[in-house]
């Protein structure tokens, strides 16, 4: 890795704790909101600096690199990962392991950076959603912070004891020293509803 790339991080945590909201804060890319499930699929968003025109390129996994659609409108980035996942998951809350490929090429970043966003970490499903849900999105998160390399960012609110947490739990597996695990504390606001995220190194 050159010094200026960064590592890959992965956004994992509970469903509706606004992990999108995070990612959002380090990329400066809009991104999907949706009351239930947001990432129903794997997103890898990966930031290029450039000093040229600023444009994304985007494609699930199952499309070559030929197939991929490029955006010139950084607005448009979030209602084309919309459409994606309701292409590779449908229109309702069904979560699959295809990845959508995000490239972003963008002026007056610092480095080169690699985020992965996962699907929340569900425990009941809702209605038309598999009933073994739960195992299925704990196997797509094992995958991808199993690697020595891989580097987790948790978002956790503050009302859960961080060390309980299922999304620490199941890092510490791969990584009990916490060597490698970053925390995102989300704390609800009360008086203009929005959340304000600290991140706390370990």
Do not use: W
């Not at 380090?26 to 990966?46: D, Y």
Request: hydrophobic share 35%; charged share 25%.
């Amino acid at each position: 890795m050159s010094a200026d790339e960064l590592s890959i991080k992965e956004s994992i945590g509970d469903q509706s704790v606004d992990k999108s909201s995070v990612l959002e804060a380090i990329s400066g890319i809009q991104l999907p909101r949706a009351p239930n499930i947001c990432t129903r699929c794997l997103l890898e968003l990966r930031m290029k600096s450039t000093t040229d025109t600023e444009y994304a390129i985007i494609r699930s996994s199952k499309c070559s690199e030929d197939e991929a659609t490029t955006l010139d409108d950084m607005n448009e980035i979030s209602s084309a990962v919309t459409r994606l996942i309701g292409e590779i998951a449908g229109e309702e809350t069904n979560v699959s392991s295809t990845s959508i490929y995000l490239i972003v090429y963008k002026r007056n970043i610092p480095y080169d950076l690699t985020l992965i966003g996962l699907p929340g970490i569900t425990r009941k499903p809702f209605p038309g959603q598999a009933k073994d849900i739960h195992e299925h999105i704990l196997h797509l998160i094992n995958r991808y912070i199993e690697p020595p390399t891989a580097v987790v960012l948790h978002v956790i609110p503050t009302s859960i004891d961080f060390t309980t947490s299922e999304s620490m739990k199941l890092a510490k597996e791969f990584d009990p020293q916490c060597l490698q695990q970053l925390i995102a504390a989300s704390i609800i606001d009360k008086y203009d509803k929005g959340y304000f995220f600290t991140v706390i190194f370990k």
